[in-house]
């Protein structure tokens, strides 16, 4: 299952956190074209480094599945950054 749902919370001391939460299919489809590009861009890498691309593109996608359920902590000082993916 694809992630749906990425939540961002920013901590920083002596205010209130910031917190966002990003749903992952609309920006996919507005960054669309980016992705096209990227696709290409990745097959095309895969040609020259002699890299089998169905099994290239099935890795990819495979990381993508395993996404659900990630958790990023980045504490930097008294600053924090919190990214969980849905």
Known sequence: M???????????PGRAPIRAWVPVLPVALALSPLLIVAA??????????????????VAGWRLVCALPGTRVDVHEGRSAVLVSIR
């Not at 694809?2 to 920083?12: D, N, S």
Request: aromatic share 6%.
């Open 40 to 57: 290409l861009a990745a097959l095309i890498a895969c040609v020259v480094f002699r890299v089998d691309v169905v099994r290239a593109f």
């Open 2 to 12: 694809i992630p749906q749902l990425v939540t961002v919370r920013v901590e920083r």
